[in-house]
């Protein structure tokens, strides 16, 4: 309805220009916005207002011409100017009438959009170094880029879902290193296991299988590697991590580091997928290193004359963007740094086409976004071809208490954990019940409440209600017509209500689009939801006249398929029956 008022409007303004009553060059964007109260109709716009000072009239003057101006409609059974200059438009009942068989006629595909035109985007997300499970904390980010990703499909933009997997750091070394003493010990050596290594009992898990696998082949003295220690944490355990390298040897040291990061990836694969997160490309950060493209991407900064050399390190000029401080690529060994890796990934972007680049990062990595701004300027992309939303950290919350979470020790909830205790739809129905910047508080015991306080078996409840009422349908034997529905019998408040919030929900998906805030999906299902009940509170469905009885069902029929398809784009089911 939005959008016929607003093609309304256009029309009234060119015959305005045609008769002179307008400037040709008047350049005034129309705005329709629903009306907060129903005695100001449905809809309204401030088009006059907007245009008041570049025709030198009062707004009401000018909102008067513009009604005059107004082509007729159907769709609009009134028009009345308002205050200042509004003007407001009252919705005849058969527009309203016209959204239920839209909305049934287009199934699936209602809310959907071609806004993005096809603009090919890369959506990275997660991308948790695979270094232990996933938490929770990984699983607000994960509901949060997935729901983006699949509320920007339905705005019609070409979207590609990407988890860079860090395989080639330090933190990998340190997992290569913890797997193998843990293996050690498997093997029957005695000593204290090294407090700077990786805690959690997942380590066990993969040296038990590296030890099934090898046997003892691979156990060396593990004194040799713990000598003479410096005393600073970090020192100590890249200091552990050379010596593990030497004791091995190359090939050896790799089958560890592999077979570590192989089983931590699949891991993290499988926890995705049941959490319905599913990706178009894993895209590994060694093949950066294997296929020459950090070099490139250095060799590209250096031909733009963005690279200085400085102490024996190559240093990227980013203060020139805006950086508080030049950060080294290469340093005086000839090592990249991990930098100099995400350079390359964010110009590997670009050349496999991508227009927009949207990153969804930890809150712990806001101060990363500048200098991988300024490295992006810098390759020749523009300002508004990469986005960086960071996601805030959810703390739990159990009998009121809250959950502790360490990750360096290993006692955290992790995000399969969760779903096991909450429900894969609960778990992601919050983590979108709050915009992403916005610190979260995850009630455990409300999440598992079968409750109208739980506002995922509240939307989740109206589905299935409307389920349950076709299948007594079903069993009583009554059928709908196969003629045309005469809706004239839809006139209760609650009706009306019903239809207003269906009629909103392209909008709602737009918005979501153009925000990235799936959230405002969450929010808009319940309060579908709340409608629908009231509605079904309040009238009978089966029980009534077959005049009344018909486009009521046609009516719930449209609020199933409505709430259907926002819950999809939440990645949240719509179950037939709770």
Known sequence: MKNLIKSLLEEALNNLVENNTLPRDHGAQIHVEKTRQSAHGDLASNIALVLAKAVGKSPREIAGDIVGALPRSSDISRVELAGPGFINFFLSPSARWQQIEKIRAAKATYGTSNTGRGKKVMVE????????????????????????????????????????????????????????????????????????????????????TLHRQEGGRLQHDLAILIQGLPNDPEARIDRMVEGAKNLLGEADYLLVFDLAK?????????????????????????????SGAIKHAIEVLEERGHLYQEGGATWFRSTAFGDEKDRVVLRANGSHTYFAADIAYHLNKVERGFEWLINIWGADHHGYVTRVKSAFQALGGGSDALDVLLVQFAVLYRGGEKVSMSTRSGDFVTLRALCKEVGEDAARFFYALRKPEQHMDFDLDLAKEQSNENPVYYVQYAH???????????????????SQI????????????????????????????????????????????????AFYNAHHFLNAEAAVREPRLALIDAVRQVIANGLGLLGVSAPEMM
């Open 464 to 482: 299935a209600r409307i389920c349950s009422v076709f299948r007594q349908m079903e069993t009583k034997g009554i059928e709908m017509s196969d």
């Open 125 to 208: 997300f997660v991308s948790a170094n695979p270094t232990g499970p996933l938490h929770v904390g990984h699983g607000r980010g994960a509901a949060y880029g997935d729901a983006l990703a699949r509320v920007l499909k339905a705005a019609g933009y070409s979207v590609h879902s990407e988890y860079y997997v860090n395989d080639a750091g330090r933190q990998m070394d340190i997992l290569a290193l913890s797997v193998w003493v843990r293996y050690l010990e498997l093997c029957g050596l005695e000593f204290s296991f090294p407090k700077e290594c990786y805690q959690g009992d997942y380590i066990w898990d993969i040296a038990a």
């Open 262 to 290: 192989e089983i931590m990836v699949d891991l993290i694969r499988q926890d995705l997928n049941h959490f319905r997160v599913n990706y178009d490309q894993w895209f590994s950060e060694r093949s950066l290193v294997d």
């Open 486 to 533: 005469d809706f004239s019998s839809l006139v209760e408040p609650e009706e009306m209500n019903l239809i207003d919030e269906l009629s909103r929900y392209p909008e709602v998906v737009a918005k979501a689009a153009a925000g990235h805030e799936p959230h405002q999906l969450a929010y808009y299902l319940r309060e579908t939801a709340t409608c629908f009940h």
